[in-house]
């Protein structure tokens, strides 16, 4: 089974402190993608990446940033906290052929910012 | 804007009864996904269907796809209470290759 996982569930942050989110998958999956879950709003894509080192924004990429050293690590980067960055953050891995194939979803990481 | 969106956005039945959601989206598609969230979990997919496909099964799942319309339905047939959750459809269009997220329906069956 594909599995898919989040170093947090649950993150209390400081508005202007710098967060890391980190996801890892174990089925050599070559792209990976950061979403946001709001209440109302559904999933919106952060950023996706579909290689080692390689990058692309999704529909919210503003006042985030992410790395992939490694094939199966992808990290999500909050450069400074804010307030509206209070959410739910769910990573996933799917094989290439990009988003026309199953997702795999880890179990999503809830983040407050105070 | 939103590509796929579920209704209703809430169900509420007996445990083994039928439950029925509906997915309408706006522009021609690849494909489209159901996925299962549990409350507070991450998505697990469900079932995809492709667009030249007209329905498919997986256990207690049909999804049916009519492209005509824009519409898909999925059918949980002898609904348990481990299938409150909310379920989410998900395409992709013809002309992008993202995957858009509707914003769900909240299925609660009760025991």
């Known amino acids: 089974d594909v599995k898919v996982t989040q170093s947090s569930r649950y993150l209390v942050k400081r508005t202007g402190e710098k967060v890391f989110l980190e996801c890892v998958q174990d089925m050599d999956h070559e792209n990976m993608f950061w979403y946001r879950q709001d209440p109302g709003l559904g999933l919106r894509l952060i950023y996706f990446?579909?290689?080692?080192?390689?990058?692309e924004k999704g529909d919210i990429p503003e006042g985030y940033s992410v790395s992939r050293e490694k094939k199966e690590r992808f990290s999500l980067i909050l450069e400074s906290a804010s307030t509206n960055q209070t959410s739910m953050y769910l990573c996933?891995?799917?094989?290439?052929?990009?988003?026309?194939?199953?997702?795999?979803f880890g179990p999503g990481t809830r983040l407050l910012v105070l | 804007s939103q590509q796929g969106e579920e209704d209703p956005q809430a169900l509420s039945i007996q445990e083994g009864e039928n439950a029925t959601m509906n997915c309408s989206y706006k522009?021609?598609?690849?494909?489209l996904q159901w996925y299962r969230q549990n409350s507070g979990r991450g998505l697990v997919h469900l079932i995809l269907?492709?667009?030249?496909?007209r329905e498919k099964h997986s256990g207690r799942l049909r999804v049916t796809l009519d492209t005509s319309k824009k519409s898909s339905s999925l059918l949980i047939t002898a609904s348990r209470a481990a299938d409150t959750a909310s379920y989410f459809c998900a395409t992709t269009r013809l002309s992008s290759y993202k995957l858009i997220f509707g914003s769900g329906t909240r299925l609660l069956v009760r025991p």
């Open positions: 522009t021609s598609i690849n494909n």
């Open positions: 269907i492709r667009s030249n496909e």
């Open positions: 990446s579909y290689d080692v080192k390689m990058k």
């Open positions: 996933a891995s799917s094989t290439a052929g990009g988003f026309q194939e199953t997702q795999y």
